[in-house]
């Protein structure tokens, strides 16, 4: 592992966290000053990931998979250490969440003023110690420290639902509460399973990823242990059967905190499949591969089918990640550098094309006071801007030519064809049931005679504008150029797979006559 004098990943994770402190400790009087503070502490962020994806780019080569590394001893009597590193997944992802965070919050500039009560203040605040708490559970290579980060993320999710949300919204967050509660402390479950494994293998307990990934487990234990970390990660995701508390938690949150849910904290679940159930537990991995696999196309096909008949706009885009994650999922547990690649681009992919579907969308209903699709119509003809962009971002969401996640589809699908054809086959029906639902909720919602209220929507302003468009622009970016990000996250696929023990099928070759 590298190391240097400068701590840059502890410096990151506290430059939202002091932001925070900041916007709590303003006068409540002036709310467009503690808006603005909120968000230059969440750019500033941003311009520090730059900076390290410039410094990791140029040291990748020959070098470690992991780097900025730093390890400080925090609980010595139990081997736990404030241990801190970022591949080139890790670090795709916190760039992701950084530029998400800032878009969040200029999307839902006014959501505390047009719900008409609670806290600006306390509003801006939780997304900044949130976006502390995500930057932790990328960068955290304790898995204890990994662990306390991925509880920690539920506080301010709780209460960004809990009292920012909607009508029902202390179910929905009592909901995401318990399922990802439950999901965490079966994961503890397995954490204390590999302290315990690791004492008797090692020469001191330890919870350090580099130490863990060389254990040696028992086959029955290993598998065990796999399904306390996976139940948690698949709980995240969602994945399905354990997905329905994200369509209520979407439908009652404002759209900058779904964002942020649908966008950043459900990519910690398949994050958490990559980077540690398959290193960790590498012959369960493979073992359990075949019904993840199935459970993945599952969820492709449920997710897609399930989107069709929606009939409120976000419960719809909430379903369509249930499928999108189903995609990933597969690309994960195809066991191939190219699958793996594929999912990692995915998460990258889906976090922007979602982000920018989610916030258009509330854009719409903010300004409808409605978020059923048969209150719509015509849109396009009275807000060209703001329906051009969502169909720009619809058209991101199934996968069209040119745009990343096009590209990060291709590959999943290809990467599970190598060793898995029948899956990669059904799944692919997903891409058809994607352009069924995206297509028909913007010809219900856009075109058509304009309907009722819909006459005096107006277009886009110039914060909404610039809420959105760097969005778009990735999107486009990266489905011309994805070498970026794939130059990222290649490293992190070899990684893996030299972890798991699995190596990518041989194409055969037949010569002509024979």
């Known amino acids: 592992m590298m190391s240097g004098s400068t701590p840059w990943l502890t410096i990151l994770l506290l430059l939202p966290l002091v932001a925070a402190a900041a ?13 603005r503070v909120a968000l ?22 020959g ?4 780097q900025f590394s730093e390890a400080h001893s925090w609980i010595p009597a139990f081997g736990v250490h404030y241990a801190l590193g970022v591949d080139g997944v890790a670090l795709a992802l916190i760039a992701m969440s950084a530029v998400l965070v800032p878009a969040a919050m200029l999307a839902g500039w006014n959501d505390v003023e047009e719900r008409g009560s609670g806290s600006v203040k306390e509003y801006f605040a939780w997304m900044l110690v949130l976006e502390t708490f995500i930057f932790g559970v990328f960068a955290a290579t304790d898995v204890f420290l990994f662990y306390v980060f991925f509880e920690a993320m539920l506080i301010p999710v709780y209460f960004l639902i809990g009292r920012f949300g909607g009508p029902r919204r202390v179910y929905a967050a009592v909901k995401f509460f318990l399922y990802s509660l439950l999901g965490g402390l079966v994961m503890l ?17 330890s919870f350090s990823l580099f130490d863990l990934v060389n254990l040696d487990l028992p086959a029955g234990t290993e598998k065990w242990l796999f ?5 948690a990660f698949a709980i995240k995701a969602p994945l399905v059967p354990v997905h329905t508390w994200l369509p209520d938690a979407a439908e009652q949150g404002t759209p900058a905190t779904t964002t942020l849910l649908v966008g950043v904290l459900d990519k910690v679940g398949t994050f958490g499949m990559l980077h540690l159930c398959l290193p960790l537990f590498p012959n369960a991995s493979r073992w359990f591969a075949p019904t993840v696999l199935v459970l993945g196309v599952v969820g492709v096909l449920y997710g897609a089918i399930v989107a069709i008949g929606q009939r409120d706009m976000r419960r719809l885009i909430a379903y369509t990640s249930v499928s999108h994650f189903g995609f990933i999922a597969i690309g994960v547990f195809a066991m191939t550098t190219l699958g793996q690649s594929g999912a990692s681009f995915y998460m990258v992919s889906h976090g922007f094309s979602t982000a920018a579907l989610l916030l258009i969308a509330g854009f719409l209903i903010s300004r409808r006071g409605s978020a059923r699709i048969e209150d719509f119509g015509g849109v396009q003809k009275v807000a060209p801007v703001l329906a051009g962009l969502f169909l720009l ?12 996640s096009f590209v990060s589809e291709f590959m999943v699908l290809q990467g599970a064809f190598q060793r898995h054809p029948a899956v990669a086959a059904v799944a692919t029906l997903g891409i058809v049931l994607a352009a069924v639902y995206v297509l028909h909720m913007y010809r219900r ?34 489905g011309f150029f994805p070498q970026p990000v794939l130059n990222l996250v290649n490293s992190t696929s070899s990684w893996v797979m030299e972890h798991v023990g699995a190596t990518d099928p041989q194409a055969t070759v037949t010569k002509a006559g024979q």
Do not use: H, W
């Open 63 to 66: 070098g470690s998979a992991f």
């Open 227 to 231: 399904l306390g970390f996976f139940l």
């Open 393 to 404: 971002a619809g058209l991101s969401a199934l996968a069209l030519p040119g745009m990343s």
């Open 189 to 205: 479950a397995s954490l204390i399973g590999l302290y315990v494994i690791s004492g008797q293998q090692l020469s001191a307990p």
């Open 445 to 478: 919602t856009m075109t058509g005679p304009v309907s009722g209220a819909v006459t005096a929507l107006r277009d886009l302003r110039g914060r909404e504008v610039a809420a959105v468009a760097p969005l778009i622009a990735l999107i486009l970016a990266l």
């Open 23 to 35: 916007v709590a400790a303003m006068p409540s009087g002036n709310a467009e000053n503690v808006k």
């Open 40 to 61: 230059i502490g969440s750019l500033v962020p941003l311009a520090l990931v730059v900076f390290l994806g410039v410094r990791f780019a140029g040291q990748a080569a």
